[in-house]
């Protein structure tokens, strides 16, 4: 296991560095620290011993977990959920409504993340451990949840990134966790003196419309901090939606150009990272520093998800 991150962000909720993709500052899972332990996303599994390592810091056993509820079922997300819980024994799982089969029985999720991944699958993801059906708890559009500190939780349905994802509101921060729905925060772009949000238009399940629609659901809270998967928190509100706002668009007109174009989505990805490089003016960070292979890696995986969602369309 290669180092440890755990801050805290504010009023008892840290974030574990759970170093998806190798990588910090990519996926966290936060943790609220309170008498009983409740998580949201737990990464995949290999982010699972920096979980442990964290909760053991804050002077917490597996046992005080109550709930780990996890944004959306995407490996990165929620892979880690049933190593988690093979240790956690009072822990229930909290899901979406159209998640929850698919961690009970992870067949079609491993099937469609291999798909996206490729040969380095097992290095990232393994393993996927089923979650007992007993222990999920489906959460609806608007449904709460009272954790034993008496903080609520609101659970809101939020497509667009994915059919199967919530965001979820706390109500004692006024802060929205909202996983993939309205994008990536790169933080490793704030050591060039820049501020970036990009959209996760991930397959295969990307909506624009339902991603546009989400925003606004989320925004009609007025949180003042959004809490991303990747990666912490941001109380920059109207910057994410002004990002957000402007990179959708463009990232569904540049998807049409080269599918007209018949090319493929590496060159999807490499048109992106230009227009991304100049909007920000970062021409000049290296290819190989962290912010740059970020974006890249998630890149790619867009414009997957972009070709992917314009193919259905046509059909
Ligand atoms: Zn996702």
Known sequence: MSGSKLELITDNIWIADGFDL???????TYIFNEEKVTLIDTGPSISVP???KAITSLGKSLEDITYVIVTHVHLDHAGGAGLLLQEAPNAKLVVHPRGGKHLIDPSRLTQGARAVYGEVFDDLFEPVVPVPAEKVIQKDHEETLTLPSGRTLVFLDTPGHAKHHFSIFDKRTNGMFV??????????AWKHGREIYLPSTSPNQFDPEAMTNSLSS?????????????YSASSNVENVRKQISYWLPIFVEKGKEIQQQGR??????KELIKEIKAYYKI??????DLLMKAISSDMLICSMGILDYLAKQRA
């Open 179 to 188: 996983g993939d729905t309205i994008g990536v925060h790169y933080v490793e």
């Open 283 to 288: 021409n000049h960070v290296e290819e190989d």
């Open 22 to 28: 190798h990588m910090p500052n990519r996926t966290g």
């Open 218 to 230: 989320i925004l009609s809270y007025k949180p003042s901090r959004i809490f991303f998967g990747h």
């Open 264 to 269: 493929n989505h590496e060159d999807l990805a």
């Open 50 to 52: 920096h979980i442990k």
